[in-house]
């Protein structure tokens, strides 16, 4: 199996193009930087809400648009009791990689730093259920593994257990076969090699059709929920793998949600929830805006400048 770290301690991963938090806001903050100006943000999720805690730092005026009747975007947390015990479940994000510092950055400003507890993916006891078998996850190399027809080396070796293990062992062959410059390329999204081209174009259901039989990809698939990413290109996960961003992860005590409810608290500007653009016009002097509020009445207004920071989909 290929060990996998994190980026600081992988040599490999020297071509990733990351600028850390510390460079970018020293970029964001330099003499440059824009009159102030009233701009209006499209998104009240992370990237949203962070995006206006800086602006207004810079001196902007900053109004926020969501559609949705609340914050967070992909951050959810869901608070409930049991028993008389009050716990939480995360709907949404529940892990970041230790790596990913702008995300950090961001604990430290809200004050969340002692609230940083290690993300436990899966532990021995955990129960799985596939194929009609019951078992803990300290079970499953014999009880689940003989359900599916797999090859005598995955059905037997230790190393190939559990099903991220196989997916894990056929991705790492690969990446050994990149070169430097492939990695490099790979990662500022370039296609500049057959090889490169190949695996753009591949999706990860394909990767492991071309590798597996039927059985041991819904193996893998039930095992590590890939299943449900199978028509994205296996590139995006050789660049995590290299990067390590799937190890050390974290997550707050508490939830999720404590990141985004503290950056939305920080915010001076208005939030408006449940509020759905429908047009954007860019000119020349402005950004014309139609959306509709959480009346259902619609509306039309021009702005200095827009940010949309929803995702593409």
Known sequence: MPEQTSQGDNPESASYPHTPIE????????????????????????????????????????????????????????????????IYNEIGAMRIASSHDYVHHYYRVLGLEDRVIPFINSVPQNFLDLRGTVCRVSEGHEQIY????????????????????????????????????ERASLFAGRVDTDR?????????GAFFDERLN???????????????WWDKAVTMFMRDMIVGTGNQLTTLSGGM?????????????????????????????????????????????????????????
Not at 198 to 204: Q, R
Not at 260 to 276: K, Q, W
Request: hydrophobic share 40%.
């Open 23 to 86: 460079a970018m806001l020293r970029e964001l903050r330099g003499e440059n930087r824009a009159e102030p100006r009233k701009v209006l943000i499209i998104g009240a999720g992370a990237a949203g809400l962070v995006a206006g805690l800086e602006l207004e730092a810079l001196g902007h005026e900053v109004t926020v648009f969501e559609a949705r009747d609340r914050i967070g975007g992909r951050v959810l947390t869901q608070h409930f009791e049991v028993d008389g015990k009050a």
């Open 146 to 181: 003989p359900q599916f027809d797999l090859s005598d080396d995955l059905r037997t070796d230790p190393d190939m257990y559990p099903g991220g293990n196989i997916f894990g062992w056929l991705a790492g062959n690969v990446i050994k076969t990149l070169t430097p410059s």
């Open 257 to 313: 949600s404590q990141l985004v409810d503290g950056l939305a608290s920080r915010l001076a500007g208005d939030i408006h929830l449940s509020t759905e653009v429908k047009r954007i016009t860019v000119r020349d002097d402005g950004v014309d805006l139609g959306w509709i509020d959480a009346e259902g009445q619609q509306h039309h207004q021009s702005f200095e400048t827009v940010l949309c920071t929803i995702p593409f989909a």
């Open 214 to 228: 039927a059985d041991a990809k819904e193996m893998v698939g039930s095992f590590t929920s890939l299943a449900v």
């Open 196 to 204: 490169l081209h190949e695996l753009a174009n591949t999706s990860l």
